[in-house]
């Protein structure tokens, strides 16, 4: 059974820092890109950053500077590390694994709300 569970999420000031987190199990964590998407309400959801199964990290630009997003696949897990937060990231955030080898893989995680505010 294909899981994606995010945590991390919660309230932090303007200026502040999270970390999410996105544990994986029951496919090869290791061959998927993983990534992390946002939806505002009443906004489409939008990309926040990507990570290849090799490493190479892909960012919106509205989150360059200030977002990492890492990967440790002994754990299955990937993070995203948020600094400098604004009220316009407030979101709920989502974990996405993707594999395209052969046939298309796309799980979702159920979301962890991020809240920017003072």
């Known amino acids: 059974q294909v899981q994606l569970v995010e945590s991390g999420g919660g309230w932090v000031q303007p200026g502040g820092s999270l970390r999410l987190s996105c544990a994986a199990s029951g496919f090869a964590f290791s061959s998927y890109v993983m990534s992390w998407y946002r939806q505002a309400p009443g906004k489409e959801r939008e990309l926040v950053a990507t990570?290849?199964?090799?490493?190479?990290?892909n960012y919106a630009d509205s989150m360059k500077g200030r977002a990492t997003i890492s990967r440790d696949n002994a754990k299955n897990t990937v993070y995203l590390e948020m600094n400098s937060l604004k009220s316009e990231d407030t979101a709920v955030y989502y974990c996405?694994?993707?594999?395209?080898?052969?046939?298309?893989?796309?799980?979702w995680g159920q979301g962890t709300q991020v809240t920017v505010s003072s």
């Open positions: 996405n694994a993707l594999n395209t080898f052969m046939i298309r893989r796309d799980y």
């Open positions: 990570i290849t199964s090799r490493g190479n990290t």
